[in-house]
């Protein structure tokens, strides 16, 4: 018996002229009833600021060229640092195999490559969102 | 002489018979007849495999109804003017009475990462592979990186990890010089490729020519003036008003005083990146440039002045024959267009194309299969006769070219130019009863999106409009691969768990250090006098440009980047005054 709504940030750098594929996961997500916010990004603390300003659940990330690792790590660092690794930080794009490890040991929980399904970055938010919700003050 | 060519200009875009039919009606009844005959044997054959003849219906990849073969009767209606001949107005069966009789397309593959040094070395070598340009001169296609696109400058904080990334790090003057030194600039034509820092750019490779002694009306290239992408690209980005004003600036200035220049190119495969299908990216790709031109025309320029100058990116992607189709549909549509809006001269009418082949088509899973997709799309560009190509290399899904991949790429063109023989004959698949009935149902449908925008104000007023059509062309596309309605090859079928291992190009992370290193020494020992008064000028002509005034922004950019202002210092002047924002 879960009826709260999962809320989902996603975001891309706006360097990245690459956002078909975010954007149809934002579509997709909400079709699954999550709320999505959608947002391009400067630096990495303007994702963080709209992850408290709507209490998310979890923090999409979208990155195909490059310059994910830093923001990887500022994120999930930030996440720590104030006791919110139970969010879900979730990386989707071009993440290069040589750097799906690394960006996972920072607390990335889920990377989705090229061909990765809708379907199945929904259940695996299904799966692994923070139980109970814990607001994000 | 000027007037003897316009006389003959508008000769070119008379009708040659005057809407003379192609056939005459007994001829069509016979052909209808046959038809029916043909159908009521597919039927039978529909039947044995279980299919109902009568639901049975194929669509192309834009939704386009077609049938399982086509008569004469089908491209009845078309007067023997809407073909006509290479060369000879509207243009659909190609721009030149010759094709590649003489000249093949142009091979252009597209270079940029890392310091500007690096990116000179792969431009040499794929030269020395034969990547050339027309009448045998260098051409070098050259894309500027992420920090740049986003005018600012490689010690922004935002810039850590993005710099050289998916192009070259070049930010100043000082930066062309070690891109250019050593290469003759008056025998090469460079395309600069550049988002919304354009002007920046132009400002930059003007200054440099400027010190080597090149005179301006030497230098061969183009400047893309991308504004209009803001309305399906996820780019921070200028107001569509100020964007469109921007581009007429430029291409005034280079219609005067750049006249080798291409000033303005018509990016149609951003829009079928971003998702669109190819009656939406003749459409789109219509309606910016018309949109734009008539910008131009209100500052003051003559059609025949400037549309000479523009220029096509068109894509290449899946379905092979709706996309070349396509192409001639555009072709003809933007020739008709161009004349309504009082083009005369042929070369104003024309779609002079750059083929871009897809890279959203291409895959991640069983990388080498790309390289037979990009063989079928610069095929079938060839066979609609474009003017030069961009083959995407085969690990386009995964990171930047290596450099095999990349020469893989040219070598997909040069194995089509030089052994298949197609180049002989121009427009070969012209009056083919299918090819010219798509290209009229693709021209069909383009009309209908192409006046719906300019019910709404033309492209620049409704940026949301084309927006939001993409994007449920690109949802479409995706709900279809993963219905399997749609397939693709490695990611819905024939899927392998094998893994195939090939080498992904890795920027030199030392490059993103050198690039701040430079930046930062650059600002402290430039002339600060210099640069103050020249940044003083460069705002006081924004104002000026935003305020109605005509011609005076790009000279004082120019002057900027020989102060040694910087991409970001020049884009921050633009984005103060003319406003930035996101893309949505």
Known sequence: MDQRIIRVVLAKTTMDAHDRGVRYLATKLREAGMEVIFMNFFEPAEILDAATQEDADVIGISSSVEGHLPVAREVTQHLKRNGKENVLVIFGGVIPDRDVDTIKEMGVKGVFGPGSSADSIVAFIRENVRTPRVSFE | ?584
């Not at chain 2, 007037?3 to 039919?21: H, I, L, Y």
């Not at chain 2, 059609?303 to 220029?311: N, Q, T, V």
């Open chain 2, 1 to 584: 002489m000027r007037e003897a060519v316009s006389v003959k200009a508008a000769e070119n875009a008379a009708p040659f018979v005057g809407g003379v039919p192609q056939f005459t009606p007994e001829f069509l009844e016979a052909t209808r007849e046959l038809e029916k005959d043909w159908r009521s044997k597919f039927d039978a054959i529909a039947r044995k495999f279980g299919v109902d003849p009568k639901t049975y219906l194929k669509r192309t990849d834009s939704g386009l109804p077609v049938k399982p073969v086509y008569f004469p009767h089908d491209i009845a209606d078309m007067p023997q003017d809407s073909l006509s001949a290479p060369g000879r107005f509207p243009f659909t069966r190609g721009l030149y009475a010759a094709q590649y009789q003489f000249m093949p397309w142009a091979n252009q593959p597209v270079i940029g990462f890392g310091l500007p040094e690096e990116t000179r070395r792969r431009m040499d070598y794929l030269q020395s592979q034969g990547m050339i340009g027309y009448f045998g001169n260098a051409f070098y296609n050259l894309v500027y990186d992420l920090v740049s696109h986003e005018g600012i400058d490689p010690d922004h904080p935002s810039a850590e990890g993005r710099v050289g990334q998916c192009g070259m790090a070049v930010y100043s003057r000082e930066d062309n010089a070690r891109l250019f030194d050593g290469l003759d600039l008056e025998k090469m034509n460079v395309v600069h490729i550049s988002y919304y820092e354009n002007m920046a750019v132009l400002a930059h490779y003007l200054a440099y020519a400027r010190r080597r002694g090149v005179p301006w009306n030497k230098l061969g290239g183009n400047s893309m003036n991308w504004y209009y992408q803001s309305a399906y690209t996820g780019m921070t980005c200028f107001p569509p008003k100020p964007g469109m004003q921007l581009a007429a600036e430029m291409i005034g200035f280079c219609t005067k005083r750049m006249p080798k220049w291409n000033t303005f190119n018509i990016f149609g495969y951003g829009m079928e990146e971003a998702g669109a299908d190819a009656v939406q990216e003749v459409a789109f790709s219509l309606a910016a440039g018309i949109d734009y031109a008539r910008e131009c025309v209100a500052r003051g320029l003559r059609p025949d002045e400037f549309l000479g100058r523009f220029g096509f990116q068109i894509s290449q992607a899946n379905d092979f024959f709706e996309e070349l189709c396509k192409i001639r549909a555009l072709r003809r549509m933007w020739a008709s267009k161009c004349y309504e809006l009082g083009a005369r001269d042929p070369r104003s009418m024309h779609v002079r194309i750059h083929t871009h082949t897809s890279g959203a088509v291409l895959t991640a899973q069983q990388p080498v299969n790309n390289l037979i997709r990009t063989t079928l799309h610069a095929f079938g560009a060839a066979l609609a006769g474009v003017q030069a190509m961009e083959v995407s290399t085969y690990d386009e899904a995964l990171a930047i070219p290596t450099e095999e991949s990349a020469t893989l790429s040219l070598r997909v063109q040069q194995i089509i130019q030089e052994e298949s023989g197609i180049t002989r004959v121009a427009d070969p698949l012209g009056g083919s009863y299918y090819v010219e009935a798509l290209t009229n149902q693709i021209e069909k449908e383009a009309l209908k999106i192409y006046d719906e925008v300019e019910k709404r104000g033309g492209y620049h007023n409704c940026h949301d409009y084309v927006r939001a059509k993409i994007e449920a062309s690109a949802v479409r596309w995706r709900d279809q691969v993963d219905a399997k309605t749609r397939i693709l090859v490695g990611v819905n079928k024939y899927v392998s768990d094998e893994i195939q291992d090939v080498e992904v190009f890795k920027v030199n992370p030392e490059s993103e250090r050198v690039a701040v290193e430079r930046v930062k020494a650059l600002r402290a020992n430039r002339d600060h006098a210099k640069w103050e008064t020249a940044m003083a000028d460069a705002k006081r002509a924004t104002e000026r440009f935003k305020a109605g005034e005509i011609g005076g922004l790009v000279p004082a950019m120019v002057e900027a980047s020989d102060a040694d202002a910087t991409t970001g210092e020049i884009m921050g002047v633009l984005k103060e005054h003319l406003g930035w924002r996101p893309p949505h």
